[in-house]
């Protein structure tokens, strides 16, 4: 089964199936790794931003409010749990497609605010400069970063 993709948010809608199906399957997961985390991230985008398809076909067994809240619960729970050396070493197996919304989520949960301005140099060596710019929440600590990226 391949993960979710997303070709931007506001331009691509994914099927509700497909979101469920996902969701489901990383639910059952006894050991998730960081793209699994980052999977469930971008499934919470969707439905709360409401992008996506909802068929004929659909079955509704799934409740979308409870699959929001226990995504919500779970990523929240893991990102605000990171520690930077976890990302150091779990970075090198980020899908490529997969790592804009992990600068995302990790700016979300103010993950950058609780690390050094050299630990964020060094996480930043290993992130495409262009998704750490078109971050608001990093771009906000321009006079900060700007001394580190540049």
């Not at 639910?27 to 985008?45: A, H, M, P």
């Not at 996506?52 to 605000?80: A, L, P, W």
Request: aromatic share 14%; charged share 25%.
């Amino acid at each position: 089964m391949e993960r979710l993709c997303d070709y931007g948010i506001d331009l691509w809608s994914c099927p509700i199936e497909y979101l469920i199906e996902r969701y489901d399957y990383l639910k059952k997961l006894s050991n998730r790794d960081l793209n699994d985390y980052i999977e469930l991230f971008l499934i919470g985008q969707h439905l709360d931003n409401g992008k996506y398809m909802v068929t004929e076909s659909c079955d509704d067994s799934h409740n979308i409010e409870s699959m929001k809240q226990d995504i919500r619960r779970q990523v929240g729970m893991f990102f605000n749990q990171l520690v930077y050396q976890y990302v150091v070493e779990e970075i090198k197996i980020v899908e490529l497609s997969y790592l804009r919304f992990l600068v995302q989520a990790l700016s979300n949960f103010k993950f950058f605010d609780k690390i050094s301005e050299a630990e964020f140099k060094l996480l930043a060596n290993d992130l495409p400069v262009i998704f750490m710019l078109e971050n608001k929440q990093i771009t906000k600590n321009s006079l900060i970063y700007s001394r580190i990226l540049f």
